[in-house]
């Protein structure tokens, strides 16, 4: 029997040494030495239950925490040896404590496996990781109120089918990405919460013979609950999957946002001005200032939604309980939490330095034709059936395409031409300002109505 070559873990009931190309292969500790600082409070939480429960002493104890500690410092000060033969974070961290404390560090692993190890981990990491993005998303919601209550008077033109439809305040179009990330802060809030389960004491996949108590360690981790079923605990990664969910919406919503930072930069649309600091120059051509932020944002959108595809379907055809497939499930997660942190962070930087240009957004609502809607609902006012006044309005369009005049620049005598319900009250409907002012109603676009959404969102944020 060689037991000399034999993997220290578990080489017991092998006759000869693993592949070297097997080891690398099967190894995960380049990815998920990550893991580090959690597994390690997993480890301290598990060593202070066992004595509680009466397996460790209270000096096993002490030595197994205090020497976890150093290795903490060791892998932070960066001289901390990681072993690929050593497989993963859970046995190079197991192996140094063993050098360090000898038979006292082997006994660290009582009552546990792996699996709930890992489990353990990732979760712990997880919601860590949940905080912080928080923190960046809330930043950026901060940054939105900001300027929506800057800009609740600013005009602008509303878009659908990205035609000129409608004269909106800037400030309300600004909102509009308030409420979407507000949903996504309330999608993260409810997915931290099935994230703060632990499955630590599920052990291999049923459960352990040692008296743990499971309580404990839950406590000391600040788990909200303890998985109810082991074979779930070891081996379900849905919380994981449910994060890269809620992560692929809040990145589809930047996405969202950076086309139209993209579009509104572009000297056709020229509505805002980003400052340098946020955009790069091209190598040939010298005028060029390129938004690469938004840009950058809206292509690594489709990491995550990759993230989310790669995890459902490597979940999908597992059999109860763990299986090594799980060990893939860390990469596309730890990018995911990456990529959405980053792109919220640049984002709440970025958002506060928005420069709009009103004069030119002024202008490109008051070219579109953009308050002919309002002069319909003028005609009903007037007593016409809808469908009558949009067709009067169609062809008072029509004759302002031919003759290069927007509605409001056209004479009483030319717009009686189309109705003579028209009268001289009808300027002030087709003005901008009586446009927006006009839609006054919770959710509209009337700065009286930015404003109050903008107390809103404060109130919302106070409450977080
Ligand atoms: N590195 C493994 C993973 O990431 C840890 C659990 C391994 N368990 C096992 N029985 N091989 O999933």
Redesign the pocket.
């Known amino acids: 029997m060689s037991s000399e070559k034999t993997n220290q873990s578990w080489g017991g009931r092998f006759s000869e040494p693993v592949d070297a190309f097997v080891a690398r292969f099967t ?2 500790v380049d990815f ?1 030495k990550r893991l580090y600082r959690h597994d390690i409070l997993g480890s301290q939480a598990h060593a202070r239950m066992l004595t509680q429960a009466g397996v460790l002493s209270e000096a096993e104890r002490d030595a197994i925490v205090a020497g976890l500690d150093e290795i903490r410092g060791e892998i932070e000060a960066g001289t901390f040896e990681w072993r690929v033969d050593l ?4 046995m190079n961290i197991e192996a140094r404590l063993t050098e360090r404390l000898g038979v006292v560090g082997k006994k660290l692993h009582t009552g546990r ?3 709930d ?2 489990a353990t981990d990732i979760r712990l990491w997880l919601r860590d990781e949940i905080d912080a993005i928080l923190v960046e998303l809330n930043r950026l919601q901060e940054g939105l109120l900001q300027l929506a209550e800057t800009e609740a008077d600013t005009i602008m033109p509303g878009f659908t089918h990205l035609q000129t439809a409608q004269p909106v305040t800037f400030g309300h179009h600004l909102l509009a990405w308030f409420e979407m990330l507000s949903r996504d802060h309330e999608r993260l809030v409810d997915c931290r919460k099935r994230v703060n389960r632990m499955p630590l004491g599920s052990a ?1 996949l049923a459960g352990t013979t040692y008296p743990i108590q499971r309580q404990v360690t839950c406590e000391l981790l600040g788990f909200e609950a303890i998985g109810g079923n082991s074979l779930d605990g070891v081996s379900d990664r849905d919380f994981a999957i449910e994060f890269c969910a809620a992560a692929s919406l809040a990145m589809m919503h930047l996405s969202r946002f950076s086309e139209e930072l993209v579009l509104w930069t572009s000297a056709q649309f020229q509505f805002i001005d980003l400052p340098d600091r946020f955009c790069t120059g091209s190598s040939i051509m010298p005028q060029k200032k390129n938004p690469d932020v938004p840009e950058l944002v809206r292509g690594k959108t489709g990491r995550v939604f990759g993230a989310l595809t790669g995890l459902l379907t490597l979940m999908k055809g597992q059999p109860l309980a ?1 299986n ?1 497939d ?2 893939e ?2 990469e596309p997660l730890f990018d995911a939490a990456d990529t959405l942190r980053d792109s919220l962070r640049a984002f709440a930087d970025m958002v506060p330095a928005i420069k709009p240009k009103r004069e030119i957004m002024r202008e490109a609502a008051r070219r579109g034709f953009s308050t002919a809607t309002d002069l319909a609902d003028y005609l009903v006012r007037k007593g016409l059936p809808f469908r009558d006044c949009h067709e009067i309005v169609g062809h008072a369009v029509k004759y302002g395409v031919d003759s290069g005049k927007d509605l409001a620049e056209m004479s009483l005598d030319e717009l009686r031409r189309f109705s003579d319900q028209i009268e001289r009250d009808v300027f002030a409907v087709l003005t901008l300002e009586g446009s927006v002012n006009a839609r006054d109603h919770i959710g509209g676009t009337a700065p009286a109505q930015v404003r109050a959404a903008v107390q809103r969102g404060r109130a919302l944020l106070g409450q977080r």
């Open positions: 190894a995960s998920d497989e993963d974070v859970h496996s792996r699996n190890q890992v291999a763990y090594k799980n060990q499930d860390k």
